[in-house]
């Protein structure tokens, strides 16, 4: 019996080690998760590149865009530098922004020092976003400031262009973006140029477009901005569903329409399994 009782005993003490060990273990786990996805992911951005055949596009050319949204500048830092930086490596035509890119602070001088850094023979191109509403940092007085750092906004507007020889558009669909408004600058595009419809948000009445536009670019999603493998994001802002992020075609003529997880971070400064993004797009000859 003492015998008995003395194992007994051992085999108690190994077990309290063993819940121990495997709660140690789960910490550290979870730590190094935390660790990654508010300190490492939110900064470990990616470049991610798309190759798009449009008809539009005469053999032997190619035009390179640089695609970027929901900044959300709390403070302008190295992180956002080293983002311009890339940006302008990439060597693009045109740079294509689709907004977002205050914070509840409003941070104008942020904004201006960031888009100031970046370099397109093309020129930079941007809509507004949900928070340039929230911030009342919206419509004529912010397109001045725009105009201010070399950069277009356009509100429900149209913006001709030549590329290396090819017509091309620029149209810029404001926020909110009801089905009227949608078809009046969908009849602004030329069916002889490429059209380029820039949209914040990437659910809207696609119908409306009457297959004129070539491609649309948006972000506002975040990509869900925390994800976890094989199930769905636990929450998308309004006006994203059933978009996420990546490239979808909708309406009529099945236009591409590429939706970016974006560069920052809203409400919390956590990504996970989702890491930010600078959009390349080369489009060439169908």
């Known amino acids: 019996?003492?015998?008995?009782?003395?194992?007994?005993?051992?085999?108690?003490?190994?077990?309290?080690?063993?819940?121990?060990?495997?709660l140690l273990g789960g910490g550290a786990a979870g730590g190094l998760v935390l660790a990654d996805a508010?300190?490492?992911?939110?900064?470990?951005?990616?470049?991610?590149?798309?190759?798009?055949?449009?008809?539009?596009?005469?053999?032997?050319?190619?035009?390179?865009?640089?695609?970027?949204s929901d900044l959300h500048i709390r403070s302008f830092?190295?992180?956002?530098?080293?983002?311009?930086?890339?940006?302008?490596?990439?060597?693009?035509d045109l740079i294509l922004l689709t907004g977002d890119y205050l914070e509840q602070r409003r941070n104008l001088d942020g904004v201006q020092r960031f888009v100031s850094m970046l370099k397109a023979p093309g020129g930079i191109f941007?809509?507004?976003?949900?928070?340039?509403?929230?911030?009342?940092?919206?419509?004529?007085?912010?397109?001045?400031?725009?105009?201010?750092?070399?950069a277009t906004l356009l509100i429900n507007r149209s913006h001709d262009l030549d590329l290396h020889g090819v017509p091309l558009s620029v149209l810029g669909l404001d926020y909110p973006s009801p089905s009227d408004r949608v078809k009046l600058l969908a009849r602004m595009a030329a069916p002889e140029r490429v059209n380029l419809l820039l949209s914040h948000v990437p659910a809207f009445d696609h119908q409306a477009l009457e297959g004129r536009i070539d491609l649309i670019l948006c972000g506002h999603t975040h990509g869900g901005q925390v994800r976890l493998p094989f199930v769905p994001p636990f929450y998308l802002p309004r006006f994203s569903e059933p978009f996420i992020e990546g490239l979808y075609r909708v309406g009529p003529e099945e236009t591409p329409l590429y939706v970016t997880r974006g560069v920052g971070t809203s409400i919390l400064p956590v990504r996970f399994l989702c890491r930010p993004e600078i959009t390349l797009l080369r489009l060439h000859a169908a």
């Open 77 to 92: 830092h190295g992180y956002f530098e080293k983002v311009a930086r890339t940006v302008n490596g990439l060597e693009p």
């Open 126 to 150: 941007a809509v507004q976003g949900n928070w340039e509403y929230w911030a009342r940092l919206e419509g004529e007085n912010l397109r001045r400031h725009f105009a201010r750092w070399g």
């Open 1 to 22: 019996m003492n015998r008995e009782a003395e194992e007994n005993k051992k085999n108690r003490r190994r077990s309290r080690v063993s819940r121990r060990a495997f």
């Open 38 to 68: 508010l300190v490492r992911e939110p900064r470990a951005f990616q470049v991610q590149e798309v190759v798009l055949p449009l008809a539009k596009v005469p053999p032997g050319r190619e035009l390179r865009l640089v695609h970027l």
